[in-house]
């Protein structure tokens, strides 16, 4: 018999889906285009850096064909920021901004005067944040993306030879780890009271990780609020019943008086 499958994914299935993250890496030797289902790879020329899949760039680097560059936010100068500002705000570190739509093509019919639709843009998770451009380093060098911890994982165990400072780099996104984790935890403390709570920036391996924490405290709350509204009916029915036998009594006593 088959084991029930478990709710929402596993940290496996997460690294999995972190491996489709874009990055740069600096070919060692030539490598042509590869037709690949979401479009064909970039020519590989060294030592001209390219935009490659997760996956693809760990084989690469496996092989020896290529370094992987480390991304913006990957770095000890930017962790020390983020650090301090997950210490010291109770929200978390700002999640990357959205790509800026380009403008739309003009229409490619002549009997068609509406444009033609505009080329699809990453959508998060998978927005080009990794990626070593300078757009990618203006726009999120103290940005943490969805999959940072996963994608730290396999970039500090495949390539931490790339990574400069690895080990400091290791150590930070440790205490980042723990101070978002103890952050989430007294977040889902106010539960009771607001009944939300908010989880702006949250990334995906730490949605993992402590679901099944919120989720109890969430099916435990559930619980005491039906006991409490339960408590509140049979009392306002006691206090109904209590009010209906006094009425009663009063009557009786008039109607006593009365003889």
């Keep these: 018999m088959a084991a029930p499958l478990s709710s929402g994914l596993n940290p496996a299935e997460t690294a999995f889906l972190c491996e489709m993250e874009l990055v740069t890496v600096i070919p060692r ?19 001209l850096p390219a935009t490659l899949p997760l996956w693809l760039a760990l084989l690469l680097k496996k092989q020896g064909r290529a370094n992987i560059a480390a991304p913006p936010w990957l770095s000890v100068s930017s962790l020390t920021e983020i650090l301090a500002l997950e210490t010291s705000s109770p929200s978390f570190s700002p999640a990357p901004s959205l790509p800026t739509p380009p403008p739309p093509p003009p229409s490619t019919s002549p009997l068609l005067n509406s444009p033609s639709p505009p080329p699809p843009l ?20 103290f940005t943490l993306p969805y999959h940072f911890l996963s994608l730290s994982h396999l970039l500090l165990e495949a390539a931490s030879d790339d990574i400069p400072e690895s080990e400091s780099v290791r150590r930070l996104l440790r205490d980042i780890r723990e101070a978002r984790a103890a952050k989430l935890r007294k977040g889902v403390e106010v539960l009771e009271g607001a009944r939300e709570v908010r989880l702006d920036g949250v990334g995906g391996l730490e949605v993992v990780e402590q679901g099944p924490f919120v989720r109890r405290v969430v099916d435990g709350l559930r619980v ?8 509140r009916r049979e009392r306002e029915r006691d206090e109904a019943e209590g009010g209906g036998v006094g009425g009663g009594g009063g009557e009786g006593e008039d109607d006593e008086d009365m003889l």
């Design 122 to 141: 990453p959508s998060p998770p998978f927005l080009p944040t990794s990626t070593s451009t300078p757009a990618s380093h203006a726009n999120s060098e």
């Design 224 to 231: 005491v609020g039906g006991s409490k509204e339960l408590a």
């Design 29 to 47: 030797q030539r490598l042509e285009s590869i037709p690949l289902l979401g479009g064909a790879t970039p020519p590989l020329r060294p030592p």
